[in-house]
Structures are given as structure tokens and as C-alpha cells.
């Protein structure tokens, strides 16, 4: 699944192909996703201009004069960039510049495309937590958004209200890195936990969008496509292997029906 370094990557892989250009054309090829895709948009942005193309969460807003543009690439979107290919199974949107084609691919057709005048007052963003690599989130956000709460720390954390873009791995190797039980519970966490933490949530991100820079390489090619990275993993997906850190074995649990993988040992 596209997580926030992977959408963070397609923004600055896109942005430089088409910052200022002006829409030729909108292809709207299957409209089912998990919203319609609205019909309007074949007419209302051509002609329109980029002005930015900005991310918010998971959520990549290309935006015009007359509005934002809100895409959300879901569970198996993809955004690829080209000069000219032939279509593929589940494409369903286009957006043309003169000779730059983004396709929206997406198998599983949780992603969207939608329209707003203006994205941060559209219902799915407006509630949306802090975004994790601002100077707005840091140890005393979490702590204050943590007082009275039971949940564990890992779902605390997942809380898209509370902080935008930590999916599952994310999660899991940001816990691992700050040394937290991912079963303790928020009210129990101290601020210099917070600190580690946050710090961790930062370092990790980063790193994998500086790994995803990588692809970019590919990325401006004709036929080019955005892959997803392989991460340096601690302990996702890597239960009963070896801990880097103790050589204990990493544990596998279920937490509000999402696999969490520690190390028992180191985070404790
Ligand atoms: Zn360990």
C-alpha cells in the first residue's frame, strides 16, 4: 500500500514535469473508485494551469486557480508518467499537458479523485492530524493529545486525526527505533518517550523518502512508473527472525486487527 513516503516521492517526481504547464486534456477512462470520479473535471480544468502539487497525508492535491484536484492513490494506485503508452488494465483517470500523460492505475479502486475549492475544508481532509514531518509534531503534541487515553500506543499513533501518513510498517519500525512496547498503553508513555518517539516516527520517514529519491531516476523515463521501495525492515514482517539489536526472536501479535511486530526484549 502507498504509504506517506511513497505519495511524498510521486509528488516530487510529478512536480518538475508539470509545475506551471496547462491542462490539454482530462480522460476520465473508468470512473468507479471508491468514489465516483466527478464528470466535470473532462471540461473544468482544461485550460487550467498547475499551480502546485502539494501532500497532505496520504492525499496529493494538484492544485489550479479555480480549485484543488484531490487524489488518493489508495491501496494499489499508481501514478504513471509518460509521453505516450497504450492503456492498461485499470487505468481509470488522465490528466494531459501538451506531450505529459499521469495515468492513474489502481487495481483495487480505493483510491480517488476528487474536486474541492478548496482541499482543506473538503470532509475527507478537514480532520486530519498534524502532519508527521512539520516542527507542529513534536513530544509535547503527542503528550498532550495522549492525556486520559487507554488506547495502545501503536493504534495512538495510526490515528490519522491524530497524526497524518504512520501506516502499519511505519509504526512498528518507528516503535522498534524508539524502544516502546507497541501494548503500552498512551497514558502510560512519558515525554521523553514522546521525544524518542517522534524523533523516530521523523527519522524513519525521512529515510524512506530519501531511498524513494532513488526511483526517481527511473520515474522520468518515457513509459516511466513510481515503484514502491524496499525498506531497511527491523521487525516488519520478520517475525521469529533474529533482532538486530539482541538476537531474541521477533514476535508477531494482532492489534485492533492489524499485524504489530516487536522485539520483546528492546521494547519493553
Ligand atoms: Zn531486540
Not at 90 to 104: A, G, K, Q, S, V
Request: hydrophobic share 35%; with cysteine.
Amino acid at each position: 500500500m502507498p504509504e506517506l513516503p511513497e505519495v511524498e516521492t510521486t509528488k516530487n517526481g510529478l512536480l518538475p514535469h508539470i509545475k506551471n504547464k496547462k491542462v490539454t486534456a482530462v480522460n476520465i477512462l473508468f470512473p468507479t473508485l471508491r468514489f465516483q470520479i466527478p464528470p466535470h473535471l473532462k471540461t473544468s480544468l482544461v485550460n487550467k494551469k498547475l499551480i502546485d502539487l502539494k501532500r497532505r497525508g496520504k492525499y496529493l492535491i494538484f492544485q489550479f486557480k479555480n480549485g484543488d484536484l484531490i487524489v488518493h492513490l489508495g491501496m494499489s494506485g499508481k501514478i504513471k508518467i509518460s509521453k505516450l503508452i497504450k492503456y492498461e488494465k485499470h487505468d481509470h483517470f488522465e490528466l494531459i499537458f501538451n506531450d505529459i500523460t499521469l495515468r492513474l492505475n489502481d487495481p483495487r479502486r480505493f483510491g480517488c479523485v476528487l474536486w474541492a475549492d478548496n482541499y482543506n475544508n473538503h470532509r475527507l481532509i478537514k480532520n486530519l492530524g498534524v502532519e508527521p514531518l512539520s516542527t507542529l509534531f513534536d513530544e509535547n503534541y503527542l503528550f498532550i493529545k495522549s492525556d486520559n487515553k487507554k488506547t495502545n500506543i501503536k493504534s495512538f499513533i495510526m490515528n490519522s486525526n491524530i497524526l497524518v501518513g504512520v501506516g502499519n510498517i511505519y509504526a512498528c519500525e518507528s516503535l522498534f527505533l524508539a524502544k516502546i512496547n507497541p501494548l503500552l498503553s498512551v497514558n502510560k508513555v512519558s515525554k521523553k518517550q514522546f521525544k524518542l518517539l517522534t524523533k523516530a516516527i521523523k527519522t524513519i520517514l525521512k529515510n524512506a523518502i530519501k531511498k524513494g529519491g532513488t526511483t526517481l531516476k527511473d520515474f522520468a523515463n518515457v513509459d516511466g512508473e513510481l515503484g514502491y521501495f524496499s525498506q531497511e525492515l527491523q521487525v516488519y514482517n520478520l517475525e521469529n527472525k533474529k533482532c538486530n539489536n539482541c538476537n531474541n526472536k521477533i514476535l508477531r501479535i494482532v492489534q485492533n486487527q492489524r499485524a504489530t511486530f516487536y522485539c520483546k526484549n528492546c521494547q519493553n
